[in-house]
């Protein structure tokens, strides 16, 4: 199979030669300079190079950028840019660029993808995630009751910018999946209610996901945190699945798989194994297999791999992985193709 056939295979829950080899978040700066150190090539210099160096299927992603050049910079981490609907007329020229896909990039990749070399996919911002960029963290869940007029406008507006995306990327290729970056729960669950997400989400995802649907594009969703309840409002929204499911948020994906049989996942493996040594990590990829060899579930590190993993570790995690993706392809063949 070529990637992007597999990519297909999988997420079809269809037989597969072997799960694919996926970094779906590449890696942390910070490990790429350890890795420097303990000797990983000059040569392998952006995130898809360091793909090919290890063996790995290549993913390209591109994420729209909602803000143009100028916009104006919060003063730190989790602060907002905006308080009120004054500052959202004064600080709207800055966003939604009219033009985000570079063409020559995606008229690239794309005939990559043609050849099966490559599987395509682009996040935006999502319309939680969007919004509490723009107010900040804490001015952002008080404005689901104190300002709930402009979260409606600011997610009305997003919604109509992202249909333009899709309709410009569109216009080159079909990208096989999409993301909604939302980071909507921390490790004890969602940070808002099902009436709240049904309420300021539900009827833009309305909007968008018919299109990507139409387009044969898979839409997900990218949250950390503890997605196990709001796994279940993404389902009824149409969307077509989730990641990175963060282990040490508490997310199982057997459990998953049994109250959503039909979903894809990407993601998954602890992170936090892979500085423990062989042992641990067979033990986390043995965790993962029965629900991979079911289809719709691609394992991959349930985000960058930390700088405490070294180069040694991290060639013995992706020896590892190339022999269980072999035994579950084997496995799918018995599991799905009898199914």
């Known amino acids: 199979m070529t990637t992007r056939e597999r990519f297909h295979a999988v997420m079809d829950f269809q037989p597969f030669d072997r799960l694919p080899l996926l970094e779906w978040a590449g890696w942390w700066d910070k490990t790429i300079e350890r890795w420097r150190g303990e000797g990983l090539p000059a040569a392998a210099d952006d995130r898809y190079a360091i793909c090919r160096h290890f063996g790995l299927d290549v993913y390209k ?31 709207r020229p800055h966003l939604f660029p009219a033009a985000p896909v570079n063409r020559v990039k995606w008229e690239s990749w794309a005939a990559e993808q043609s050849r099966g070399d490559v599987v395509l996919w682009f ?16 001015r952002h869940l008080y404005a689901f009751y104190d300002q709930p007029a402009l979260l409606h406008r600011i997610n009305a ?4 910018w992202i249909l333009r995306v899709i309709d410009q990327v569109g216009a080159i290729c079909t990208p096989d999946f999409m993301t909604f970056g939302e980071d909507m729960s921390y490790n004890h669950g969602p940070m808002l209610s099902r009436e709240c997400f049904d309420s300021f989400m539900r009827p833009y995802y309305d909007r968008i996901i018919p299109v990507l649907r139409q387009r044969g594009i898979l839409p997900l969703i990218d949250s950390d945190g503890d997605i196990t309840t709001p796994a279940h409002w993404f389902a009824d929204a149409g969307l077509a699945g ?38 641990a990590m067979r033990a986390e990829f043995e965790r993962l297999a029965p629900t991979a060899a079911q289809g719709g579930f691609l394992i991959s590190c349930d985000h960058q791999t930390p700088p405490g993993v070294s180069l ?15 035994e579950i392809g084997r496995l799918s063949q018995q599991v799905i193709g009898c199914a």
Not at 157 to 160: I, R, S
Not at 271 to 278: A, I, V, Y
């Open 157 to 160: 507006d997003l919604a109509e």
């Open 123 to 138: 996040s935006v911002d999502g319309f939680f995630w969007f919004a509490r960029r723009l107010l900040g963290i804490e």
């Open 312 to 326: 040694d570790a991290y060639q013995t995690y992706l020896a590892l992985f190339r022999e269980v993706a072999a």
């Open 61 to 91: 992603q591109d994420w729209f950028p909602v803000c143009r050049p100028g916009c104006p910079a919060p003063v730190s981490h989790g602060a907002g840019i905006i308080a009120d609907e004054a500052d959202y007329d004064r600080i």
């Open 242 to 279: 989730i990641l990175p499911l963060e282990r040490q948020a508490g997310v199982d994906i057997a459990a998953l798989r049994r109250e959503h049989p039909r979903m894809r996942f990407i993601g998954h493996f602890d992170k936090m194994t892979m500085n423990r040594g062989e042992a």
